[in-house]
Nanobody
Framework: VQLQASGGGLVQAGGSLSVSCGASGLTFTNYYMGWFRQAPGKEREFVAGITRSGISTNYADSVKGRFTISRDNAKNTVYLQMNNLKFEDTAIYYC????????????????WGQGTQVTVSS
């Protein structure tokens, strides 16, 4: 199984950036997908999640209204559109796949991508 994240980069505060994650080696539609992030010196935190069908999503309070998670099951890809970025959004962003998760806090994720760096300049 491989989750390949891409699309990170440097953006000014208030700007937008989109990251994507392509999955291979698994049946993508069987997995709840999530995005997490980890800033320097901080613990990894949940950012957003999306159900297998793509109908339901959930977000961390810190990104609600600014970030949008989506998925394209035909392309085995999950996306995270990030708008109105803030300095505190600076982190490595990871995608993850959960075989039995449903979006509840603490759901285990089975596979993780390598991460992509997002840096927001103030």
């Amino acid at each position: 199984v491989q989750l390949q994240a891409s699309g990170g980069g440097l953006v000014q505060a208030g700007g937008s950036l989109s990251v994507s994650c392509g999955a291979s080696g698994l049946t993508f539609t069987n997995y709840y997908m999530g995005w997490f992030r980890q800033a320097p010196g901080k613990e990894r935190e949940f950012v957003a999640g999306i159900t297998r069908s793509g109908i339901s999503t959930n977000y961390a309070d810190s990104v609600k209204g600014r970030f949008t998670i989506s998925r394209d099951n035909a392309k085995n890809t999950v996306y995270l559109q990030m708008n109105n970025l803030k300095f505190e959004d600076t982190a490595i962003y990871y995608c993850a796949a959960s075989r039995y998760g449903t979006g509840r806090f603490g759901d285990p994720f089975d596979y993780w991508g390598q991460g992509t760096q997002v840096t927001v300049s103030s």
